[in-house]
């Protein structure tokens, strides 16, 4: 099973910036990562799906968020990032780290604890 641990989380104010972090562990053989995602939840809404990076390396952006978030990843560290400027206080959720993957070829997904961020007006 893939373990994620995110960070980076916290306090800012509009127009700020923050970077989280998500470290995947127990990618062990046999298991292959196929995509990462950052979804967030705010209170009293839905999961909402935030950004994606394939195995290919390529993004995409939920449209409330094109133009200010970034996506990466450094696989030697199996760590994926989303670098967030100028954050608005809608941004204010508990953003999660999400992995689909494939265990012997099967299709497994893995979520993060989550961390907290928030916007302040």
């Known amino acids: 099973q893939v373990q994620l641990v995110e960070s980076g989380g916290g306090l800012v104010q509009a127009g700020g910036s923050l970077r989280l972090s998500c470290a995947a562990s127990?990618?062990?053989?046999?298991?292959?990562?196929?995509?990462m995602g950052w979804y967030r939840q705010a209170p009293g809404k839905q999961r909402e799906l935030v950004a994606t990076?394939?195995?290919?390396?390529?993004?995409d952006y939920a449209d409330s968020v094109k133009g200010r978030f970034t996506m990466s990843r450094d696989i030697p560290k199996n760590t994926v990032y989303l670098q967030m400027n100028n954050l608005k206080p809608g941004d204010t959720a508990v953003y999660y780290c999400?992995?689909?993957?494939?265990?012997?070829?099967?299709?497994?997904?893995?979520w993060g604890q989550g961390t907290q961020v928030t916007v302040s007006s």
């Open positions: 990076i394939t195995r290919s390396g390529s993004t």
């Open positions: 127990g990618i062990i053989f046999g298991i292959e990562i196929n995509a």
């Open positions: 999400n992995a689909q993957f494939s265990h012997w070829g099967r299709p497994r997904d893995s």
